[in-house]
Each structure stands twice: as structure tokens, then as C-alpha cells.
């Protein structure tokens, strides 16, 4: 996956916030998702590729794409996660 000094160096394209390597249950329960095609990213598209990873911003309400290996930092494919019924940590 990505090396520390790599991640270290990345932020949010949006915020410019920190971002952290997400856990692999909640890869999993986006990826079980995307197989029912009701998945979409911030740009409206429907997320079809099944995710390697992914990297959660500081908030947490949102997830930029790894997939085979290369982190999609793009502000469009980044994936709400309201989607999945998580709620945002109070601030």
C-alpha cells in the first residue's frame, strides 16, 4: 500500500486536510455497494470499480479512491459516505 513518507505528504484536494489510510471494514462495506450499483461520487457518477483502499479525510465524511494501487485524488471521485448511513464525529 502507501509507504508513510507517501502519505504523509498527501492531502485533500478539497479541504487540504490530512488523510488516512482507511480501515478494511469500511472498504468492504463501500465495496459490497458499488456491487449493488447504488454507489455514486461526488460528481454524480455512479462508482463502478471496486476499491483496493481508500483514503479518508480528517473529517471523515468523505473517501478518495485506491484503486490498483493508485490513490484517486481527483474532488469529483472522492465518495460521500452520508451514502452509507455514517454519521460525521461531532466537531
Do not use: F, W
Request: aromatic fraction near 2%; include cysteine; proline fraction near 7%.
Amino acid at each position: 500500500m502507501l509507504r508513510p513518507e507517501v502519505l504523509a505528504t498527501l492531502c485533500c484536494p478539497e479541504d487540504r486536510s490530512a488523510l488516512a489510510i482507511a480501515d478494511d471494514s469500511l472498504i468492504k462495506e463501500i465495496n459490497t455497494v458499488i456491487r449493488g450499483g447504488r454507489l455514486r461520487n461526488q460528481g454524480g457518477q455512479v462508482v463502478e470499480h471496486r476499491l483496493d483502499g481508500g483514503l479518508l479525510r480528517t473529517k471523515g465524511d468523505v473517501i478518495y479512491p485506491i484503486i490498483e494501487g493508485i490513490p484517486v485524488l481527483v474532488r469529483d471521485e472522492a465518495i460521500p459516505l452520508a451514502q452509507l448511513g455514517h454519521e460525521l464525529p461531532d466537531e
